[in-house]
């Protein structure tokens, strides 16, 4: 099973590589962009074959070594 994991800074939480990417986007013309966030795509393949069991290790997964929880959300789609 596939799985994709995105993770982001959470709201309130100062992101100067996204303000440096919409000063840049500014600075080329494209000033319909209000603001950039950035973040972390991960694509992972799971030997599970039950979707509950892969969003379970997952889940732990993102907890112990792929996001920072204290400053990043994460979200989990299996595909």
Same mark, same amino acid.
Request: aromatic share 4%.
């Given at each position: 099973? *596939?799985?994709?994991?995105? #993770?982001?800074?959470?709201? +309130?939480?100062? =992101?100067?590589?996204? *303000? ?10 494209? =000033? +319909? ?5 950035? +973040? *972390? #795509?991960?694509? #992972? ?18 907890? *112990? ?7 990043? =959300? ?6």
């Amino acid at each position: 099973m *596939k799985a994709r994991v995105t #993770v982001t800074l959470k709201n +309130g939480v100062l =992101d100067p590589q996204g *303000k440096a990417i919409e000063g840049a986007l500014g600075g080329l013309g494209f =000033d +319909g962009v209000a603001s950039v966030r950035q +973040g *972390k #795509v991960f694509d #992972v393949e799971m030997r599970h074959t039950e979707a509950a069991a892969a969003q379970a290790e997952l889940a732990e997964i993102c907890e *112990k070594l792929l996001a920072n929880t204290v400053i990043e =959300d994460y979200a989990i789609e299996l595909m």
